[in-house]
T-cell receptor, first 111, second 115 residues
């Protein structure tokens, strides 16, 4: 069966510091991968998606970037965090079917 | 553009009573619709989906959803609510204008089931 991991689970960072969030998927190959942000505990905003290694598309201009160095690894980064980057970051995967499956999320607080 | 609306910010129901969480959609062509549930500080869990076929879709944890094309609705239902069903529920539609299976989510409905 497939499993998706995200770490860290929680993170508190000062404004201006760098960021690296990691997402890995087990039990499948060549998945589509997605990064979402959930602000204020409600709406989900798609940030990035990837259909393969090194293939990243951005949905919304952000202070963030994404990379996919390996088939089942998806990384969300920032060089300098802003207060507005605070939120709950969710990674999701899809393989073949229509359903996206989500990871446990990372709670980021920027102070 | 494809979209879904969840008109209720919160739904309150007593344990044992039936529950309904509403969702309406706006799409061109046939919709692909989904329901997810989110418990506090957790990721989203897939409940069920409608792609084609029977208008009544059965999913996880005893939930079901009814697709109604004439009313452009996809309401989530459960015959008998449990306190443990209390969570945040999201309706979503697949955006067919993109080639990567983008999901467009509603704003979420908080379900509170009282003992």
């Amino acid at each position: 069966s497939q499993t998706i991991h995200q770490w860290p689970a929680t993170l508190v960072q000062p404004v201006g510091s760098p960021l690296s969030l990691e997402c890995t998927v087990e039990g499948t190959s060549n998945p589509n991968l997605y990064w979402y942000r959930q602000a204020a505990g409600r709406g989900l905003q798609l940030l990035f998606y990837s259909v393969g290694i090194g293939q990243i598309s951005s949905e919304v201009p952000q202070n963030l970037s994404a990379s996919r160095p390996q088939d089942r690894q998806f990384i969300l980064s920032s060089k300098k965090l802003l207060l507005s980057d605070s939120g709950f970051y969710l990674c999701a995967w899809r393989r073949g079917g229509d359903t996206q499956y989500f990871g446990p999320g990372t709670r980021l607080t920027v102070l | 553009a494809q979209s879904v609306a969840q008109p209720e910010d919160q739904v309150n129901v007593a344990e044992g009573n039936p529950l309904t969480v509403k969702c309406t959609y706006s799409v061109s062509g046939n919709p692909y619709l989904f329901w997810y549930v989110q418990y506090p500080n957790r990721g989203l869990q897939f409940l069920l989906k409608y792609i084609t076929g029977d208008n009544l879709v059965k999913g996880s944890y005893g939930f079901e959803a009814e697709f109604n094309k004439s009313q452009t609705s996809f309401h989530l239902k459960k015959p008998s609510a449990l306190v443990s069903d209390s969570a945040l529920y999201f309706c979503a539609v697949r955006d067919k204008d993109t080639g990567f299976q983008k999901l467009v989510f509603g704003t979420g409905t908080r379900l509170l089931v009282s003992p």
